[in-house]
């Protein structure tokens, strides 16, 4: 089955600054790659996905680039906000048969310091 | 903006009993999940549904779990003998295609 490794596990930044998350998957048949943001307490929201007929995605301050190739996937957050202080997952998928089962990474702890 | 809602909020349960988790996924949503995660680790899929029935299942989803889709607007997991190693936050999803899951607040499960 699909693995997903995600580094850093956390990662403080200070306010304005950049934050990147990277992500690696195992199984070359994947074709979604989301990412998800969890609040404390909360369930996780998707922020962002892309296809792997695409290579970069952009959507103001966020943006997710993917290497087929290579398989890894990354998640990019410009002028950091202290309400960017989350729990990332990535997650991957690979569309076989039935619905979509997602494989997620182990997180990624931000810290936006104000 | 229609949502995920998933009841309890919290359940409390003595280990070897039963427990029914319930979620309302949202309503022209075809594809329905239910996903794990214990305090502190990731997100693991448990198994999804379509079509009314079962799509895939983890090695997770064991002959103690089984889902239902009772009467077309509810997703249920059912945990038939709880386990300490049960206890984690349960978290459904549903999503109109194979495309953007959409997840509810999650139910945490705390088995004695």
């Known amino acids: 089955g699909e693995n997903v490794e995600q580094h850093p596990s956390t990662l403080s930044v200070q306010e304005g600054d950049s934050a990147v998350i990277k992500c690696t998957y195992s199984d070359s048949a994947s074709n979604y790659f989301p990412w998800y943001k969890q609040e404390l307490g909360k369930g996780p929201q998707l922020i962002i996905d892309?296809?792997?007929?695409?290579g970069e995605k952009k959507d103001q301050r966020i943006a997710v680039t993917l290497n087929k190739t290579a398989k890894h996937f990354s998640l990019h957050i410009t002028e950091t906000q202290p309400e960017d202080s989350a729990v990332y997952f990535c997650?991957?998928?690979?569309?076989?048969?039935?619905?979509?089962?997602?494989?997620f990474g182990t997180g990624t702890r931000l810290t936006v310091i104000p | 903006e229609p949502e995920v809602t998933q009841t309890p909020s919290h359940q409390v349960t003595q280990m070897g009993q039963e427990v029914i988790l319930r979620c309302v996924p949202i309503?022209?949503?075809?594809?329905f999940y239910w996903y794990r995660q214990i305090l502190g680790q990731k997100v693991e899929f448990l198994v999804s549904f379509y079509n009314n029935e079962i799509s895939e299942k983890s090695e997770i989803f064991d002959d103690q779990f089984s889902v239902e889709r009772p009467d077309g607007s509810n997703f249920t997991l059912k945990i038939r003998s709880t386990k300490l190693e049960d206890s984690a936050m349960y978290f459904c999803?549903?999503?109109?295609?194979?495309?953007?899951?959409?997840f509810g607040p999650g139910t945490r499960l705390t088995v004695l």
């Open positions: 309503s022209n949503h075809l594809y």
């Open positions: 999803a549903s999503s109109e295609d194979r495309g953007e899951q959409f």
């Open positions: 892309i296809r792997s007929n695409v």
């Open positions: 997650a991957a998928s690979g569309g076989g048969a039935g619905a979509n089962n997602l494989f």
